[in-house]
């Protein structure tokens, strides 16, 4: 079952930020990972502005998901994200019945 990574963050330097999405990609393709979006804009349909940057991951599985996020060169790229950037990164299983799924409220 898929699992997904969201990650949103304000890039505070540009430049070091590149480092780190110049790095990830082949960190990704390790693990089956592949990005859904990386960065592009975001349009508000209700609440206020979302001002971040947001960009969404696909895993084969929660466990590839895990094991990329704990690889020692995604960890090793990811401090030039952290030196640039303040943000958020979230993982959530996929469910195989999109048709009617449980809402689990």
């Given at each position: 079952m898929p699992a997904y990574i969201v990650c949103t963050m304000i890039i505070h330097d540009p430049e070091t930020y590149r480092k780190y999405t110049a790095l990830t990609p082949?960190?990704?393709?390790?693990?089956?990972?592949k990005f859904l979006t990386r960065g592009?804009?975001?349009?508000s349909l209700e609440g206020p502005a979302f001002t971040h940057r947001q960009v969404l991951l696909e895993?084969?599985?929660?466990n590839?998901?895990?094991a990329w996020y704990n690889d020692a060169d995604?960890?090793?790229?990811?401090?030039?994200r952290r030196m640039a950037s303040k943000g958020q990164m979230y993982l959530q299983a996929g469910s195989d019945?999109?048709?009617?799924?449980?809402?689990?409220v």
């Open positions: 082949a960190t990704l393709a390790r693990y089956g990972g592009e804009a975001i349009v895993f084969p599985d929660t590839a998901a895990q995604y960890q090793s790229a990811s401090a030039f019945n999109t048709a009617a799924p449980d809402p689990k």
